[in-house]
């Protein structure tokens, strides 16, 4: 899904968000890691920023 999120077009900070959603979804989510699904969220999307050189 994030594959064909990121194929589905030109990239854009919206399509990287999106694929980044698609990326944590199905996260198991507790009391303790709650914080770091935001956390994961962002690197994921940083990581395809740079490997997508859009600053």
């Known amino acids: 899904a994030v594959e064909a999120a990121l194929r589905a077009g030109p990239p854009s900070r919206e399509r990287l968000a999106a694929a980044a959603s698609l990326a944590v979804e199905g996260a198991r989510v507790t009391e303790d890691n709650r914080f770091k699904l935001k956390l994961l969220k962002r690197a994921v999307e940083r990581a395809l ?5 859009l600053s």
């Not at 920023?49 to 050189?53: C, F, K, P």
């Open 49 to 53: 920023h740079t490997a997508l050189d």
